[in-house]
């Protein structure tokens, strides 16, 4: 299998930082291949690279963990930020099989347009839905689901 030229610089200099293997994936550490997710993603999201010229994988992945990162630093804000992208947000969530996480995001986005200001009908309108994971087991499924699914998605075909 071999990994796209593009995209090897980046891994290189996640991988570096973070002390894992160039295919990140294939570290031990579940917790330090997510920490090099969020930042494979927001480089990823500051490249010039085509993401349609890339194995599917790793746009999913930055949609993903750009997305957890707007939610963990905005809120539901992030709704603001990443409006251009929330359906293929939702998309992605769905691609990685958490349609019950896609479902919670389009009813609290219902909600949010609604009202911006009310927290807590936005945040009833997101835990309606049943089979919703909380933040860390959302981000472990994540994590695992790209590790596990490497082969698929972030090699050349």
């Excluded at 995209?7 to 330090?32: D, F, I, M, T, Y």
């Excluded at 010039?48 to 630093?73: H, M, N, T, V």
């Excluded at 309606?128 to 994590?143: A, F």
């Amino acid at each position: 299998m071999k990994l796209p030229d593009s995209v090897v610089p980046l891994l290189k200099q996640v991988a570096s930082k973070h002390k894992l293997p160039l295919e990140l994936w294939e570290a031990e550490n579940g917790h330090r291949i997510m920490d090099a997710f969020f930042e494979l993603a927001a480089e990823l999201e500051r490249s010039d690279l085509e993401a349609d010229r890339l194995p599917k994988g790793y746009l999913i992945l930055s949609l993903l963990f750009c997305w957890e990162s707007a939610c963990q630093f905005e809120a539901w804000n992030a709704f603001a930020w990443q409006r251009d992208r929330l359906g293929a947000i939702l998309e992605a969530f769905d691609t990685v099989g958490l349609q019950s996480e896609a479902a919670a995001l389009k009813l609290a986005h219902a909600a949010w347009q609604r009202n911006k200001e009310d927290h807590a009908g936005i945040v009833e309108a997101y835990c309606s839905v049943q089979g919703n994971l909380g933040e860390s087991e959302r981000l472990e499924y994540l994590t695992d689901y790209f590790c596990s699914h490497a082969a698929e998605l972030f090699y050349e075909p």
